[in-house]
């Protein structure tokens, strides 16, 4: 009984957040008494929410309560001490919301340390002893306590669950083998979690292997990595010192180009300043021919005028002023001109050697295929800006200010020679090759081809329309019907046709699809193949046989 008293004071002064005897007791507005440091800390951590509440009976305080000392009760702890009683069992021994309690435990319950499975309950240190030194309990198997341990008693007959029910994949207990599980294929716990075993084992094995393979795969990705950085590092140099060398060999010759300029313009200079001269001192005698004449003509005495009129000398006549012939200031044009047209090549050297680069980066082909687009807003992810090359446009074909729209016109063109005009067929190709993931939208009005294509596709004749042969992919629309087009072998669309086409193109995967763009993606037709050289898309006004029956045209949209 005494125990129990002991018990009872030591809870009754004990701080109900450390579970300690109080320390430094203060007491709240609603009369609840904790140790001054657990009670701070509690408090401390409630400043932000503004509102403070007590740990025990969650009294709300409005603002941050005044702690009062208790004396009495620091007192009656201290004279606890003095008798003699330890302090209580720390925190971590008593049972939490989150732990398994002692069974055995009265009032406040302390954590288990075993679970009996033939016992079915949990004890604590102090209550499990029996199962140490009692000979029967010594037999019983004690497992770790767990929340989840009460799963294996059957709610229905309170026995333990040690049989497996394989008609209803059911664990139950032996009476539940007896009742509604009666004549199924019922097996132990044990023999059911052997085969199974079985099993997860493979199963595991599976994964461990797969995991391997993959962690092998991704240290080949890490070789390839550093390779290609190595690889990227070393082409940038390399190419850097041959631009480099380029760039000299340019300054060298607009330094010669320079000096040619200058040497001739000394030559000119000092032949014009030859026949200035010339003309200078013409000038000069006859301004003194012309001052004698004015003498002569003052002279009022006509027997002295007679007199000196012999002695003048004849008027000299210029072999220069009638041969000058001034002309506008083009002196050097023409070397100007040749350096414009230098430039132009260049340019059309740089551009198509900017796309054969692109097209002759290897790339990685462990990498994984990448899904294509369902959506229109994924399709415009890849959304490239195509430009028409006015080089290869049909001359009775107008082409927009901006180079984005083509439309049939009854008078040709006045555009200039080019070996890649298309003559044979009323077709322009765009600027600039695809590469990579592109998209593109047309905007068609008639009939109109849209293609993707090689760009030594021929230039004149029949067989250089879009389709006709082997080196093109087209798609024929008109306001009735669409057929794709691919080595002269025409396959019908069964959707209906769309003012506007979407186009998408995978080089690398070798894939080209064509989409009817409205409210959602309607796909006409897709192409699998290989693509073995650089690719150009491609319009078409009319059909194969140059037949138009109105105003067709087309426009590359720009999309975002």
Not at 24 to 30: A, R
Not at 111 to 117: D, G, I, Q, R, V
Not at 129 to 155: F, G, M, R, T, W
Not at 515 to 520: D, H, Q
């Amino acid at each position: 009984m005494a125990q129990k008293g002991i018990e009872l004071d030591r809870e009754t002064f004990s701080c109900s957040i450390c579970l300690d005897l109080l320390k430094d007791p203060v007491t709240v507005p609603c009369g609840h008494s904790y140790c001054m440091n657990c009670i701070k800390r509690h408090f401390d951590g409630e400043d932000k929410k503004k509102t403070h509440s007590c740990p025990e009976c969650r009294q709300l305080f409005m603002s941050r309560p005044v702690l009062v000392k208790s004396t009495m009760l620091a007192a009656l702890a201290e004279q606890l001490k003095k008798t003699g009683l330890e302090t209580a069992p720390a925190d971590h021994c008593y049972a939490g919301p989150e732990d398994v309690a002692c069974d055995v435990c009265t009032g406040r319950k302390l954590k288990a340390f075993k679970y009996c499975s033939v016992c079915l309950a949990s004890y604590c240190k102090k209550h499990l002893q029996p199962h140490y030194y009692a000979a029967p309990l010594k037999k019983h198997k004690l497992v770790d306590p767990s929340k989840k341990l009460q799963e294996n008693i059957c709610s229905r007959h309170d026995e333990v669950i040690k049989m497996f029910c394989r008609t209803d994949q059911q664990s139950i207990c032996y009476l539940c083998s007896l009742d509604e599980h009666k004549g199924h294929d019922t097996v132990s716990a044990a023999a059911e979690r052997t085969e199974r075993q079985r099993e997860v084992d493979v199963k595991q094995q599976n994964i461990q292997q797969m995991i391997q393979d993959k962690e092998k795969d991704v240290k080949l990705l890490r070789q390839e990595l550093k390779a290609i950085a190595h690889s990227a590092d070393k082409t940038v140099k390399d190419c850097q010192e041959m631009f480099t060398e380029m760039i000299r060999l340019l300054q060298g010759r607009s330094s010669d180009v320079e000096q040619q300029v200058r040497s001739q313009q000394e030559t000119e200079e000092s032949r014009v300043k030859e026949v200035q001269e010339k003309l200078e001192q013409e000038i000069t005698e006859l301004k003194r021919e012309d001052a004698e004449l004015k003498q002569l003509s003052d002279t009022e005495d006509h027997n002295q005028f007679l007199h000196n009129y012999p002695s003048l000398s004849p008027l000299s006549q210029s072999t220069h002023s009638s041969s000058i012939n001034i002309c506008p200031l083009r002196y050097f044009d023409d070397v100007k001109a040749a350096v414009t047209e230098l430039r132009k090549k260049l340019q059309d050297i740089l551009r198509e050697t900017r796309t054969n680069i692109s097209l002759t980066v290897t790339e990685v082909d462990v990498l994984l295929p990448q899904p294509e687009p369902k959506t229109r807003d994924e399709f415009l992810r890849y959304s490239c800006e195509i430009i028409l090359d006015p080089n290869t446009v049909n001359r009775d074909l107008v082409l927009s200010e901006k180079s984005r729209k083509v439309m049939f016109k009854f008078q040709q063109q006045s555009y200039p020679d080019h070996p890649d005009r298309f003559t044979g067929c009323w077709q322009v190709l765009s600027r600039e090759s695809l590469t990579g993931r592109c998209y593109c939208e047309v905007e068609r009005g008639g009939r109109v081809g849209v293609t993707i294509t090689y760009k030594n596709i021929i230039r004149a004749g029949n067989e250089s329309g879009f389709g006709r042969n082997d080196k093109s992919w087209a798609l024929d629309c008109s306001n009735n019907s669409s057929t794709f087009c691919y080595n002269n072998i025409q396959t019908p669309v069964s959707a209906p046709p769309s003012s506007r086409v979407g186009l998408y193109l995978d080089n690398r995967a070798g894939i080209l699809s064509f989409y009817s763009v409205s409210e959602t993606m309607t796909l006409l037709h897709r192409v699998q193949t290989t693509f073995t050289q650089p690719l150009y898309a491609g319009l078409r006004i009319g059909d194969w046989f140059g037949l138009i029956f109105d105003r067709s045209s087309a426009e590359l949209v720009k999309v975002k």
